[in-house]
């Protein structure tokens, strides 16, 4: 049975989904071997910023704060405690009793234990305390945590999996086959195949991008080379040979803007002259733990349009009144008994 192939996974802004490449059973295998550990590599971000996508919303995502408290967080507004939280602590008035919970049936659960253990205490008054803070626009604590996963074994197969997938929706057919692919994607051969292109593609040309999906595909004949390069939401970028012996004239380029979902692929050209002129096998910067440092402060610096865009979303919605917050569901009382 066909399946839509998304080129680029949903979850992540995808949009170009040709069908008749894979049936259900292959693109549900290829997820496993590619696209999951892809989507897992941008975490939280697209849900922070409400990166818009084809089908079903941006799903929850934990962040963790300075002091490593977890928050659930929805796109569309509702932030809650990840966990729920019940603290006992002697002060002078007698004994401190805090409740945080992240939904109204777990709070009753943490206010009947504290009734039980504690005969003074006014639940009903802490109840409707909660319920009032259910709805006070809050912020998420600052500074909280996002993370994002570069190491090749993460992000390279996903990379190579889309331009597979790119090569046979741009031509027709694949660069190489489906066994092969999957051997590719298992064998750890991706991480002396593909390299981090911090600069982008030589001679790729267009208008600036700040979070946006690319997939180009150019042969180099003279040299019997396919040249794939793949940026995925402006923050990751990928390329390499994807094969030799390649004797056809191809050159494809398909380019979006993932926040305004605008395709963008026309405004793009290849400078041959500076594509031919680089030397393939040096191009790039590969994976090794001499490498890492500096590929670090590279990712700090390409995902600041996501932080960005992340702060601008927090923004709108407090604005709006649509911040939705259960960080106020605490609630606390002192009581005098033991």
């Given amino acids: ?31 496993r071997l590619a696209d999951n550990d892809l989507i897992k590599a941008f975490a939280q971000w697209p849900t922070m910023a409400d990166l818009p996508r084809q089908r079903d919303g ?16 929805e796109a569309k507004g509702v932030r809650t405690v990840a966990r729920p939280s019940y603290v006992e602590t002697d002060v002078p008035e007698g004994r401190l009793i805090e409740i945080s919970a992240p ?9 009947a234990k504290a009734a039980k253990d504690h005969s003074g205490l006014d639940v009903q008054s802490l109840l409707d305390a909660m319920r009032a803070g259910e709805f006070t626009v809050e912020k998420l604590p600052a500074p909280y945590q996002i993370s994002f996963g570069f190491g090749p074994s993460q992000v390279f197969p996903g990379i190579y999996a889309a331009l597979w ?3 046979i929706h741009a031509f027709g057919k694949a660069f190489c086959s489906w066994k092969d692919l999957k051997s590719s994607l298992t064998n750890g051969v991706l991480i002396s ?65 993932a926040m305004t979902v605008a395709d963008q692929s026309d405004a793009f050209v290849i400078d041959a002259t500076a594509f031919l002129a680089t030397d393939w096998s040096q191009w ?50 002192a009581t005098d008994q033991p």
């Fill in 284 to 333: 790039g910067t590969a994976w090794s733990d001499a490498a890492k440092p500096g590929l670090i402060a590279h990712f700090k610096e390409a995902t600041k349009p996501l932080v960005a865009a992340a702060e601008e979303h927090e923004q709108r919605l407090a604005a709006a009144g649509r911040i939705l917050s259960g960080l106020e569901s605490s609630s606390s009382q």
């Fill in 58 to 73: 941006n799903p929850p995502v934990i962040v963790t704060d300075a002091d490593g408290k977890r928050y659930r967080v």
């Fill in 193 to 257: 195949r593909l390299r981090y292109a911090t600069d982008g593609l030589p001679g790729l040309r267009g208008p600036k991008i700040d979070i946006g999906h690319k997939l180009v595909l150019r042969s180099d004949s003279a040299r019997g080379l396919l040249i794939g390069y793949a940026e995925i939401l402006g923050a990751l970028r990928v390329g390499g040979i994807l094969a030799t012996g390649y004797t056809d004239d191809v050159e494809r380029i398909y380019a979006t803007d």
């Fill in 165 to 167: 997938l790119f090569h």
């Fill in 103 to 111: 939904t109204e049936k777990m709070a009753k659960q943490l206010l």
């Fill in 1 to 31: 049975m066909d399946s839509d192939a998304h080129i680029i996974p949903n979850a992540l802004g995808g949009r170009l989904k040709p069908r008749g490449i894979l049936c259900t059973v292959c693109n549900g295998e290829l997820d």
